[in-house]
């Protein structure tokens, strides 16, 4: 089968274009990957080639030896991925050490992997670990009121995650874990990739100060929706903050999180469930 045509190409390409409609990715902000199930490798098999060169990833990931990636090119635009998937986009090979990638489909124009690969092997790799390898999806993308609050909020897990939470009765169910915060730090590198897949260690969100977002998932759906509902609570939270300053007449109390909790069987970590003074 063309990769063009199998099911697992066609919903990346819808997330990366649900993503462009929700004004995350201006330009080339942005980096989607998603680890290949065995069976979607061999369905598209006869459409890869192997002759390519092995490079370096910048970082080890032995427990990605063997996998296979799609990923989008760095420089390339989300906005494009739909209309030339061939160039924006590629199918990535890593090396049995986990220290070299080949691309085997894509990109066609020439270019390499996000610029990020380094961050999303690192967190796939974490991510395969924590969850017994239901994880497959990374995704990283520039939300305006996330990234808005990364100048106002401190710059702190738990600052972060009780704020959001407070914000949409259903976000602490969503992202029961919370939310991580990696503070500014030069994007691309390994420096940034290993602080990211630390904190992805315990959550399945991790900000990016003044920068955008990084969300973990099982498939399409449901990293879609995790970003979406965060995103959705920062823009909630600049409304208030906005009308107020910050001054809540009212809001969800650290015993109503212990009420939703034990009704929707979440477990939240007390340590966002501080008083505030
Ligand atoms: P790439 O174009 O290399 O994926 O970079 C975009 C980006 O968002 C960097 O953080
Ligand atoms: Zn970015």
């Known amino acids: 089968m063309k990769v063009l045509d199998s099911k697992i190409m066609q919903g990346y390409m819808r997330m990366a274009n649900d993503g462009w409609l929700q004004g995350w990715h201006e330009r080339n902000g942005g980096n989607l990957t998603y680890r290949m199930r065995p069976e979607e490798v061999e369905e598209v ?13 910048g970082t080890s990931v032995p427990g990605l030896a063997g996998e296979f990636f799609i990923a989008t090119g760095s420089g390339k635009y989300f906005r494009n991925v739909e209309s030339q998937p061939e160039d924006s986009c590629c199918i990535c090979e890593i090396d049995g050490s986990g220290e070299k990638y080949r691309v085997v489909w894509g990109l066609v124009n020439g270019g390499r992997p996000t610029s990020e690969f380094p961050s999303h092997l690192m967190n796939h790799e974490v991510k395969k670990a924590a969850t017994g390898g239901r994880h497959r999806v ?31 009765t259903e976000c602490p169910v969503v992202f029961p874990s919370g939310v991580g915060v990696v503070p500014w730090m030069v994007p691309g590198g390994r420096a940034i990739a290993v602080a990211t897949s630390e904190l992805m260690k315990q959550y399945d969100v991790a900000i990016w100060a003044h920068h955008g977002m990084f969300c973990s998932g099982e498939d399409f759906d449901l990293t879609f929706g995790l970003m979406h509902t965060v995103e959705k609570s920062a823009e909630i939270l600049v409304k208030v903050i906005s009308m107020t300053g910050g001054a809540k007449r009212q809001t969800i109390t650290p015993d109503d999180f212990r009420a939703l909790a034990k009704d929707f069987r979440v477990e939240l970590p007390e340590k966002f469930l501080y008083e505030k003074e």
Do not use: Q, S
Not at 45 to 57: A, Q, T, V, Y
Not at 138 to 166: G, K, M, Q
């Open 45 to 57: 098999r006869d459409d890869l080639h192997f002759d390519g060169e092995w490079k370096d990833i």
């Open 138 to 168: 990374i995704y990283h993308c520039h939300p305006a009121n996330t990234i808005a609050l990364t100048f106002v909020l401190p710059l702190t897990d738990e600052a972060f995650t009780r704020e959001l939470w407070e914000m949409a």
